[in-house]
């Protein structure tokens, strides 16, 4: 296998806007940026509506986000962790002005800040309208392409991370015209979330958890990872990723109707504007109940429905729904994992040499539930920490061995059906421990199954672990919330010995 010896450049892997951000802010320093898309496609970044959370407003500030932040983390956020990241928001905001992206501004040139549920004050910035992540992502990828400290290497999936007593080595690469080794001391893993471990997801098809996989193979610690949030209301299609009919759409006043016009949310506290898990979980068992769900939005009195929502009108015609006249059919989708590979607020992994940020890195701001909006900000705030950590490092003399040859392709099919059934919206400790054993041989063959049956394998563990009902995690045979919130840190062979336990004779 051919070795591109890395020159002392620190190796970005993945180009959404974590990646990017980390790669924009680590210059001049050399930077190889490995993305398995191109730049623009396939990340969730792109795909993002609401926009970015920041307290910029005049009724707003940091404690006030903090304070929104923790309650929807219920009991397992990081304080300090969250508080250092909502601080540095507004400066991020400035900064992605400054690269080029243009929020939307009222006729007197502020910004616009929208709200969204769970938030107590107006502060989700965005641009065109509905399409925050496409703009922010245009603008980047622009600035990107004009920074010459940065060689992009587009399709180039990473499929392994090269380790030596703990310490990164390099990883190898596969583009298609075959395997290379990039051989490097210092690695960003920005590959964004698992939405597509489950049959319904909204995150792009390729962020089924593969960076969780490389740290995990090569040992690193992973945190939180039993808390997935799942969006209540993704356009009910047969497509992969589902697309999002955002909670902003709820917010101007559409309601949650059966196919018999029944209202079933009026009761519960909220409505429609309940915490996304409160509201994910009443559609999820009304459709267990046997129900279709829909959003109607023909209950909003004056709502330019198109010119207020663009991309969800342009979305909805392509699946032959016009939501000016008609509901919407949506359901719960695997949306945002809040868990990952343990770092500090650096990003420093439990490895030497090993940085993660964004989706899928855990510094611990979201805890048990993600407050909307605030994962861009993760992404855009913290890829410029672990830039500042990495440019205090030196690069090292380490070089990576030839190795074997990388696996190319990944058979998400088995994983998906698994996970959807055992670790959706509600959990129960016997469907989990059957979904450990049936994801126990995957994860320890040498198949296209494994790297994804090794992440939902973990996440099935931690899940079993969580012997209580917390954020996004709902057990029903826990139905309550334990006294004290502990979070539970755990590694692939800590996780693969757990499986074990339960299931001796599954082992190979
Ligand atoms: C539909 C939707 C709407 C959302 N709306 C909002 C919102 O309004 N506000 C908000 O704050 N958050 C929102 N989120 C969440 C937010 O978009 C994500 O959490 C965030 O964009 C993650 O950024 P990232 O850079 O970590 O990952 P991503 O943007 O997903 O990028 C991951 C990158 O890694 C690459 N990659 C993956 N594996 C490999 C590999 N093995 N080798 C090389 N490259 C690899 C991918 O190709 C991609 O370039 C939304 C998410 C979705 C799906």
Not at 175 to 190: E, L, M, N, Y
Not at 256 to 284: C, K, S, Y
Not at 293 to 313: E, G, N, W, Y
Not at 404 to 428: E, Q
Request: some cysteine; hydrophobic content about 45%; glycine content about 10%.
């Amino acid at each position: 296998m051919d070795v591109y010896d890395a020159a002392g450049a620190c190796i970005i892997v993945g180009g959404g806007l974590a990646g990017l951000t980390a790669a924009l802010s680590l210059a001049p320093e050399q930077v190889i940026l490995l993305s398995k898309a191109p730049l623009g496609f396939e990340a969730s970044s792109v795909l993002a509506q609401g926009g970015i959370a920041a307290s910029l407003g005049p009724d707003d500030d940091l404690s006030q986000h903090l304070a929104d932040t923790l309650d929807a983390g219920d009991g397992i956020c990081d304080e300090s962790v969250a508080r250092a990241i909502l601080a540095a928001a507004p400066a991020a905001i400035s900064e992605l002005i400054r690269r080029g992206v243009p929020f939307d501004r009222d006729s007197q040139g502020r910004l616009i800040l929208g709200l969204e549920a769970a938030h107590s004050r107006r502060r989700i910035v965005h641009a065109g309208g509905d399409s925050s992540g496409r703009e922010i992502m245009h603008a980047l990828t622009r600035r990107v392409h004009e920074t010459p400290s940065i060689t992009l290497f587009e399709g180039a999936t990473v499929q392994r991370l090269l380790v030596e007593d703990n310490a990164v080595t390099g990883v190898v690469a596969d583009d298609h015209s075959g395997p290379v080794i990039f051989s490097t001391d210092r690695v960003v893993i920005a590959t964004g979330g698992i939405g597509g471990l489950f049959q319904h997801g909204t995150n792009p098809a390729g962020s089924w958890g593969q960076g969780l996989a490389l740290a995990a193979k090569a040992g690193a610690a992973m945190a939180d990872l039993e808390f997935i949030q799942f969006h209540p209301t993704a356009l009910d299609s047969r497509s992969f990723p589902l697309k999002l009919i955002s909670e902003t759409v709820r917010g101007e006043g559409a309601v949650l109707v059966d196919e018999t016009g029944d209202r079933f949310m009026a009761g519960i506290p909220g409505a429609e504007l309940a915490p996304r898990d409160v509201v994910a979980r009443a559609v999820w068992r009304h459709m267990g109940a046997g129900h279709r769900v829909f959003l109607d939005a023909r209950v909003v009195p004056d709502l330019d429905f198109s010119r207020r929502f663009p991309a969800i009108t342009r979305f909805c015609h392509a699946a032959g729904i016009d939501p000016v006249t008609e509901p919407i059919p949506v359901r719960p989708a695997a949306h945002y994992h809040m868990g990952g590979i343990a770092v500090d607020l650096a990003g420093r992994s439990s490895i030497e040499g090993l940085w993660a940020c964004g989706e899928a890195a855990c510094t611990g701001l979201h805890g048990a539930n993600r407050l909307a909006s605030n994962s861009l900000l993760e992404a855009a705030v913290c890829g410029r920490f672990a830039a500042e950590s990495i440019k205090g490092t030196a690069p090292g003399r380490r070089k990576a061995e030839a190795t074997a040859s990388a696996r190319v392709s990944a058979d998400l099919y088995p994983v998906r059906k698994i996970l959807t059934n055992a670790a959706g919206v509600l959990r129960d400790g016997d469907d989990l421990a059957a979904a450990a054993a049936e994801l126990l041989p995957l994860a320890l063959a040498d198949g296209d199954a494994s790297d994804p049956a090794r992440v939902g394998l973990m996440i099935v563990i931690a899940a079993l672990r969580r012997r209580e009902s917390r954020g996004a995690h709902a057990r029903t045979d826990f139905p309550n919330r334990a006294v004290s919130a502990q979070r539970i840190v755990l590694s692939l062979g800590d996780a693969i010995a757990a499986a074990r336990e339960l299931a001796p004779e599954r082992v190979a």
